[in-house]
């Protein structure tokens, strides 16, 4: 292993600086909260006097130590509110072990095409194995999946979670499959809401950027509680409104490195006559002179740039509510309820949609002179006599791009109920049994820029008439023959001055409907099982079954055909129907055989309706040699069934850009050049197989004193049988044989089978089925810090610092493919770190915090790197995207006994991310942030 001054450089700075977000890496699962509101500074108080002691996470067991043989850690709502977050996700995506790779998602990463996020969803991935290999718990129990998958992965979107119902969020990043459920590959985040709360508190928040434009961020909630000794109930209400961020906001991100050589002005060519293609020139009433180029590969073109359309982060809005009732119907029993809805509206945006060979008839009316006189030109050099009557009859085909952004709006709604016996036995066990119902519905439409192929085509060549029939206007038919009008597009003039008409005949909404529904029971009983060698042996045991449903259903207007294999322009759809009904088995035992050395074996057997049955093991051991020492260590296997959106999935349209470095032989032989951008089809599998995982992880954690902690831990995660699509994969298996390879001279693929479309020797189209892949092996080390100070009468200092360094990323598509190590590749940064100084005094309560990236290597396409070089944003012989940190500060005062203000200020110095190439944006939203310095000031009473 080692260090570039980057990295030491950065850690260096945070150690010194700053301190951590999560309390400690031995922060575990805490007592209920108190039953009166209290301030934000007294919730945060941190002391070493006053640590609780607690129940391990990581285990069904009561009554553990708190440094268990798991690696767990909390963040609890004091951290949540000193952070100055207004959503869940604002919170969990900096932490060290959810950065890297692109498994952390949050709405920064969403748009309107199936390849991206789903408009205002997010998710928490752990190591960056993705998000349906993180097990998602609420109150430890499960949740329902959201109805749209972030491509083909199912996910539980954590903006459904109305962060003022948070009281904590515990993350267990290692593999609990024989405990939480067989798909527990990479560990678990379980959000537990608050309970037993007497009073009324209300908070409210305000934030925006220091820019010019208006990032605005509004929170608005409200907590009632009461209880007594038999009963309680807890309300809380939650709002949330967001401004959009778009590309355009910020000077990094405000133009492509490259512009799109496909714009509102096409560029024509009829492929036959003509040699060079032929647009609008500036002086012609074309497009902008800066916009105009002679010289491309295939003539004139006018770019446009695509990052004056394209959203950041889109406007949000979203209410959440939260209630909880609990009844002790006797001194044993409780009965215990929870409900959570929510529901939130969100946009997302993406470039406009690039049309390519669209045919339009040279006797379409819009036809301006100059360009007929240009094309007449053309067409002479090799053609010498050529009039313009002589392209009656042929199309002349158009390359260009839609005169708006894809835009497309999402409502979400979210349900879930949670109701449950527990029952305390006189024996000293604990017996619980609960059902867990929920539900997501959502609906998507378009807002712009979804234009019909077929309808499209045809009025950019005459063919549709004003009833909505067809003619063929190249073979002489005309509308006008039988009565009618024909529709025609105008593709000139930058295609703003189009007939209502013509618009209501070919732009859609293509709305896409979804719906998930979870129906769980479980049971669950733990306590003293029995004495071995004079010592307690404790137990958990259990038991669960559920019933998953999912359908994603897209518009009529959006399923792809084999003779319309695009139904709208540059668009992708998605769809999926499917169920499956689990059932498992679980225990656990805590087994100390002697003072200072235990272990914990747990096992779980899974059975599901589709992919079969399945036990998974697991050991850990605790292992202390002096009171200031602990070992720890533990091995687990893991099951993930396909998700639901695999196993249901149809024919879903998505897009991807071919890497001619990767694969040259889908570039005619150029590792040079640009790859063809495929609107592609991804196609379902029944013959998918489960997925297989095996983890193991060795650490410590030393105490010397109630003022210093220290723990670090070793981990390694082996995942095989991936299921999922890899496209340079695909296309160097296809071209060997593997699947079928049509020029599309000798004609097309059809819908829903697996191959490729080339011509000219680029592929072109490509038809890719969800495979199981080879594997993926990742191991890293997690180093977590605690320090505090006693500074007597001016209060009390802590300072806290986390880091998590990638030693591999190992990924293989297939049996023949080459390995590759992600580790410090594009968008998998080898360290990232996160540290706070925190201070706390009296009514007053101030914390700095650093977070650092460190660099990796960048990913542009040849031409895209040598625009950049050509445009002094690189120099020659650039690889690396930089390594990035930044400052965050927070400042509260209780001006009374219950009541407090707030400042909030992420990205202290206003620092600008680093460029990455490898993004359209050229930033990596992944692992970065183009929103800038942002100062949230929230006030809160509690009544």
């Given at each position: ?84 977050a ?11 072990v ?5 498994g ?66 515990d ?52 907590v ?18 967001r ?11 405000a ?40 010289d491309?590969?295939?003539?004139d ?10 959203a ?78 002589d ?14 952004p ?66 063929d ?13 024909t ?5 000139f003039g ?74 709208i322009v ?25 003072d ?63 890497d ?132 007597g ?14 030693f ?27 540290a706070?100084l ?20 960048d ?45 909030s ?39």
């Amino acid at each position: 292993m080692s260090y570039s001054k980057n990295d030491l450089r950065g850690v260096l700075a945070l150690l010194v600086g700053g301190a951590l977000l999560v309390p400690s890496a031995l922060a575990q699962e805490a007592e209920p909260s108190t039953d009166e509101p209290i301030s934000v500074a007294a919730q945060n108080e941190e002391s070493p006097q006053v640590l609780d002691r607690v129940v391990t996470t990581g285990t069904r067991i009561k009554g553990l130590a708190e440094d268990g043989a798991v690696q767990a850690f909390s963040i609890d709502r004091g951290d949540i509110v000193e952070t100055g977050a207004g959503s869940l996700i604002e919170v969990l995506k900096d932490l060290p072990v959810t950065g890297g790779g692109r498994g952390t998602f949050s709405t920064s990463t969403a748009g309107a095409l199936s390849g991206d996020t789903p408009p205002g969803a997010a998710s928490v991935s752990l190591r960056g194995l993705g998000a349906s290999s993180t097990l998602t718990l609420i109150n430890g129990r499960r949740a329902s999946i959201t109805a749209f998958a972030q491509g083909q992965e199912n996910f539980i979107d954590v903006n459904a979670i109305p962060l003022a119902a948070i009281e904590r969020v515990d993350v267990l990043p290692n593999g609990a499959s024989a405990i939480y459920g067989a798909d527990a590959v990479a560990g678990v985040v379980n959000y537990i809401l608050r309970d037993d709360f007497n009073g009324f508190e209300v908070q409210g928040s305000y934030g925006n950027s220091t820019a010019e434009t208006d990032e605005g961020k509004l929170n608005l909630n409200a907590v009632w509680g009461r209880s007594d000794d038999r009963q309680s109930i807890l309300l809380v209400a939650d709002y949330y409104k967001r401004n959009a961020l778009f590309d355009r906001d910020r000077d990094f991100t405000a133009n492509s490195v490259r512009p799109s050589q496909q714009g509102f002005f096409p560029s024509f060519n009829d492929l036959f006559l003509m040699f060079n293609d032929q647009t609008e020139e500036p002086q012609d009433g074309g497009c902008a002179a800066d916009d105009f180029f002679d010289d491309g590969a295939f003539g004139d073109f006018c770019q446009v740039n695509t990052n004056a359309f394209v959203a950041t982060d889109d406007e949000l809005e979203s209410i959440g509510i939260m209630g909880a009732y609990k009844l002790r119907v006797t001194d044993d029993l409780t009965w215990f309820n929870d409900l959570l809805w929510s529901t939130n509206e969100s946009n997302g945006t993406s470039s406009p949609a690039n049309f390519s060979r669209a045919p339009v008839n040279p006797e379409n009316p819009f036809f301006p002179q100059s360009l007929i006189d240009d094309i007449v030109e053309e067409a002479n050099i090799d053609n010498p006599g050529t009039i313009y009557d002589d392209f009656f009859g042929f199309p002349i085909f158009a390359w260009g791009k839609i005169p708006e952004p894809r835009a497309v709006t999402v409502e979400s709604e979210t349900l879930r109920l949670t109701s449950g016996l527990t029952y305390e036995a006189d024996n000293g066990w604990t017996y619980e049994a609960a059902l867990v119902y929920g539900q997501n519905e959502s609906t998507q439409r378009g807002l712009s820029g979804l234009y019909r192929t077929a309808e499209f085509e045809d009025a950019l060549l005459g063919n549709l008439c004003s009833d909505g029939s067809r003619v063929d206007a190249l073979a002489g038919d005309r509308c006008e023959d039988t009565g009618l009008v024909t529709l025609w597009y105008n593709p000139f003039g930058g295609q703003t001055q189009q007939d209502q008409a013509v618009l209501d005949a070919i732009v859609t909404q293509a709305e896409r409907n979804g719906e998930s529904s979870l129906l769980q029971f479980d049971v669950s009983a733990s306590g003293d099982v029995f004495m071995f060698n004079g010592r307690q042996v404790k137990g958990a045991f259990g038991a669960e079954v559920r019933r998953e449903e999912l359908t994603d259903t897209p518009s009529g207007d959006a399923v792809a055909t084999t003779d319309n294999p695009d139904p709208i322009v540059g668009f992708s759809s998605t769809s999926a129907d499917a169920d499956r009904t689990q059932w498992a088995a679980f225990g656990e035992l805590y087994i100390p055989l002697s003072d200072n050395f235990d272990i914990q074996l747990a096992g779980r057997f899974d059975d599901d309706s589709d992919f079969g049955s399945d036990f998974n093991p697991k050991i850990a051991f605790r292992y202390a040699p002096a009171d200031q020492l602990v070992l720890r260590g533990n091995w687990s296997t893991s099951f993930r069934a396909p998700s639901l959106a695999q196993t249901g999935a149809g024919v879903r349209l998505t897009s991807f850009r071919v890497d001619c470095e990767i694969t040259p032989e889908a570039c005619d032989g150029d590792s040079t050049a640009d790859g063809e951008s495929l609107l592609s089809e991804e196609i379902g599998n029944p013959d998918l197989k489960a997925e297989e995982a095996e983890s193991w992880s060795l650490g410590f954690v030393f105490e010397p004193s109630r003022n210093f902690n220290l723990s670090v831990d070793y981990w390694n995660i082996r995942h095989e049988d991936l299921v999922g699509i890899d496209e340079d994969d695909f296309i160097r298996r296809a071209l060997a044989g593997e699947f079928t390879v049509i020029d599309i001279a000798d004609g097309t693929l059809e819908t829903g089978t697996p191959g490729l479309e080339v011509d000219r020797g680029f592929v072109t189209d490509a038809h890719i089925p969800l495979t199981n892949l080879g594997f993926q092996e990742t191991s890293g080390l997690d180093v977590s810090a605690t320090q505090y100070f006693d500074l007597g009468t001016r209060g009390e200092l802590a300072i806290l610092a986390d880091a998590a360094y990638l030693f591999e990323f190992e990924r293989q598509a297939s049996a023949d493919a080459e390995i590759i190590d992600e580790a410090g590749e594009f968008t998998y940064p080898e360290l990232t770190a996160s540290a706070r100084l925190r201070w706390t005094t009296g009514p007053w309560r101030a914390s700095l915090r650093g977070r650092y990236v460190s660099s990796y290597k960048d990913d542009p396409s040849p031409r895209v790197l040598a625009a950049a070089i050509t445009n002094g944003l690189v120099s020659a012989g650039y690889e690396d995207v930089d390594d990035w940190l930044t400052f965050d500060a927070s400042v509260s005062y209780d001006y009374g006994e219950n009541s407090f203000i707030q400042l909030s200020i992420d990205n202290l110095f206003d620092e600008d991310p680093p460029l990455a190439l490898g993004t359209g944006a050229n930033v990596d939203h992944f692992n970065h942030s183009s929103l800038g310095r942002f100062i949230t000031l929230r006030v809160g009473h509690a009544f």
